[in-house]
């Protein structure tokens, strides 16, 4: 098994351009995870998805941030417009809850720097 | 509503000490805990996990938990520590299913191993 991909696993930018950020879960979860990392905020939830659906944007910073799940294997994290405050590492993770609790598997992270 | 309180935020042992980093819960339905570390530049790793069958659960690298009811802790331990162990921990706590499937997260210790 692959575990989570995400992609890129560096991003630069500047301010104003459009971020997006990927995300394959592991084949036959149903649930998916973004989270972001800062050194001020830890680890914050930002929006999970059961079964391609979005059941919690509460943590989604603003309208700039937006995120899709098209199909059980691939979603995205979209950024527009990009603003420095916005650098930190965004983890995607998955897990499936078949077995009897929520066991989540963390990807690599994308280290995103908007300059 | 769930909850976890990490307390402290770096924890410093010597080579071969033990090693005790605190978690305490809460939670309004019977939980799952997990223990996850991350090493510098790195995803999450899960640790170990408590889903209500064992108390006492072993993890990978040698660590420990012990989920205790009465205290609503989940403190976890590891009898030796090596410098290969040097690393952030998160606890965190989830439910199952709906609003309490989303997994909870502390605000990480940070653990230094002095050779």
């Known amino acids: 098994d692959a575990g989570v991909i995400q992609s890129p696993r560096h991003e630069v930018t500047e301010m104003g351009q459009e971020v997006t950020l990927r995300c394959k879960p592991i084949?036959?979860?149903?649930?998916l995870f973004w989270y972001r990392q800062t050194m001020m905020r830890g680890l914050e939830l930002l929006i999970y998805?059961?079964?391609?659906?979005?059941?919690?944007d509460s943590g989604m910073p603003e309208d700039r941030f937006s995120a899709k799940m098209p199909n059980a294997s691939f979603s995205t994290l979209k950024i527009q417009p990009s603003e420095p405050r916005d650098s930190a590492v965004y983890f995607c993770?998955?897990?499936?809850?078949?077995?009897?609790?929520?066991?989540?598997?963390f990807g690599p992270g994308t280290r995103l720097t908007v300059l | 509503a769930q909850s976890v309180t990490q307390l402290g935020s770096h924890v410093s042992v010597s080579e071969g000490a033990l090693v005790l980093l605190r978690c305490n819960y809460s939670?309004?339905?019977?939980?799952?805990l997990f223990w996850y570390v991350q090493y510098p530049n790195q995803g999450l790793q899960l640790l170990l996990k408590y889903t209500s069958a064992a108390t006492l659960v072993k993890g990978i690298n040698g660590f420990e938990a012990e989920f205790k009811k009465s205290e609503t802790s989940f403190h976890l331990t590891k009898p030796s520590a090596h410098m290969s162990d040097a690393a952030e921990y998160f606890c965190a706590v989830s439910g199952l299913t709906g609003a309490n499937s989303k997994l909870t997260f502390g605000k990480g210790i940070t653990l230094s191993v002095r050779p």
């Open positions: 939670s309004s339905v019977p939980p799952y």
């Open positions: 084949s036959g979860h149903d649930y």
């Open positions: 993770a998955s897990s499936w809850t078949g077995g009897g609790y929520n066991e989540q598997f």
């Open positions: 998805f059961n079964n391609n659906v979005p059941i919690d």
